[in-house]
């Protein structure tokens, strides 16, 4: 159960986000539009988790590797749990945007 809950926030095993992102990969911030203006991965999506099912047509390829980011990974972790309850096989959360933008450079 825990591990179970670790691998939904994105605690478990890390992924390579940098093979994840040439292999066709996109990031989606999942924070409001004012906390996306405040800092940013470059060519990330802003698709904020309150609206996410409105960009689900945005996402057309179920098998794109899909990286959620958010401020500290709780609503990337739930962005996760939507986005696979919604047929995405590879969804990861990336945690915190900055966090993860250093794992990527």
Known sequence: MI????????????????ELLKSGGVIIDVRSPQEFKTGNISGSKNYPLNELDKHLTKLKDKNQ??????????????????????????????GGWRNLQGKIN
């Open 65 to 94: 590797p899909i990286i959620a980011c958010c401020a500290s990974g709780m609503r990337s972790g739930s962005a996760k749990s939507i986005l696979k309850s919604k047929g995405y096989k590879q969804v990861f959360n990336g």
């Open 3 to 18: 591990e179970a809950l670790k691998n939904m926030l994105g605690f478990g095993n890390t992924p390579d986000y940098k």
